[in-house]
C-alpha cells in the first residue's frame, strides 16, 4: 500500500523560509517522477513543482526562483523549499507520484506576519 506523508507546513512570516517533506512507503521511489502541488481554499490543486527520477525539475512561475524540489532516493522522500515567503503562498501543500493516483493527505502553510 502506497503512503504519502508531508511534514513541515507551518506558519511563517512573510520572506521567512520553510522546507516540506513527503515521506513515501509502499512503493520504489526512486523510479516515479514526483510533485507538489498546492491548493488555496476553494481552488483546485495547482502544480507547484516537479522533480523526475532524473533529478530534473520544473516549476510553476508563481515560485521559480524562490522554490526548490529535491528528492532523497535513499530515504525516499521528496523535499519542497520555500524561500521568501508570500502571503500568497499561503495554502495546503500536496505531495504527488507523477501518472498516479496517489496522494499525501496535505500540510497548511500559513504565511503571515
Known amino acids: 500500500q502506497v503512503q504519502l506523508v508531508e511534514s513541515g507546513g507551518g506558519v511563517a512570516q512573510p520572506g521567512g523560509s520553510l522546507r516540506l517533506s513527503c515521506g513515501t512507503s509502499?512503493?520504489?521511489?526512486?523510479?516515479?517522477?514526483m510533485e507538489w502541488y498546492r491548493q488555496y481554499a476553494g481552488k483546485e490543486r495547482d502544480l507547484v513543482a516537479r522533480?523526475?527520477?532524473?533529478?530534473?525539475?520544473a516549476y510553476a512561475d508563481s515560485v521559480r526562483g524562490r522554490c526548490t524540489i529535491s528528492r532523497d532516493n535513499g530515504k525516499s522522500t521528496v523535499y519542497l523549499q520555500i524561500n521568501s515567503l508570500k502571503p500568497e503562498d499561503t495554502a495546503v501543500y500536496y505531495c504527488?507520484?507523477?501518472?498516479?493516483?496517489?496522494w499525501g493527505q496535505g500540510t497548511q502553510v500559513t504565511v503571515s506576519s
Open positions: 504527488h507520484v507523477r501518472d498516479t493516483d496517489y
Open positions: 522533480i523526475t527520477t532524473l533529478g530534473n525539475t
Open positions: 509502499g512503493m520504489i521511489f526512486s523510479r516515479y517522477g
